[in-house]
Nanobody, 123 residues
Framework: QVHLVESGGGLVHAGGSLRLSCVAS??????????VGWYRQAPGKQRELVAA???????KYADSVKGRFTVSRDNAKNTVTLQMNSLKPEDTAVYYC???????????????WGQGTQVTVSS
C-alpha cells in the first residue's frame, strides 16, 4: 500500500477552521491514492474514524463531525483533503490519513499509519 502523509494541522480557536491535506510519499508519488480514511486520536482515547472517501468520491462521516467536516479529493492532483469547520475543543487530536477498504458501511484501515498531524482547538 502507498504510504500517505498528512499535513495542515495547527492551533485554532473554537469555531475556527483548518484544512488537512493528504498526499502520497515521494516513493509512492507515481501511484494514485485510492480509498482513504481520516482518523484521529486524542489522549486517553481510542483512534476513531472521522471521515473516509473512496477513489470514486463516495464519502462517510462520523456523526460527531457531520455538517462540520468535509472530505474531498482531487484525483488529478492525487490529493485528499479534510476541511474542518466550526471546530470544537473536543476535535483536538492527532489526525491521520490512512489507506482503507470500504466493506459495505464499514471502513477497515490498513496498517500503514504515519506520524499524524496535530490539531489543537482552544476554548
Amino acid at each position: 500500500q502507498v504510504h500517505l502523509v498528512e499535513s495542515g494541522g495547527g492551533l485554532v480557536h473554537a469555531g475556527g477552521s483548518l484544512r488537512l491535506s493528504c498526499v502520497a510519499s515521494a516513493s509512492g508519488a507515481i501511484f494514485r491514492i485510492r480509498d482513504v480514511g481520516w482518523y484521529r486520536q486524542a489522549p486517553g482515547k481510542q483512534r476513531e474514524l472521522v471521515a473516509a472517501i473512496t477513489s470514486g468520491g463516495r464519502t462517510k462521516y462520523a456523526d460527531s463531525v457531520k455538517g462540520r467536516f468535509t472530505v474531498s479529493r482531487d484525483n488529478a492532483k492525487n490529493t485528499v483533503t479534510l476541511q474542518m469547520n466550526s471546530l470544537k475543543p473536543e476535535d483536538t487530536a492527532v489526525y491521520y490519513c490512512n489507506p482503507v477498504t470500504f466493506v459495505g458501511e464499514f471502513v477497515q484501515p490498513y496498517d500503514s499509519w504515519g506520524q499524524g498531524t496535530q490539531v489543537t482547538v482552544s476554548s
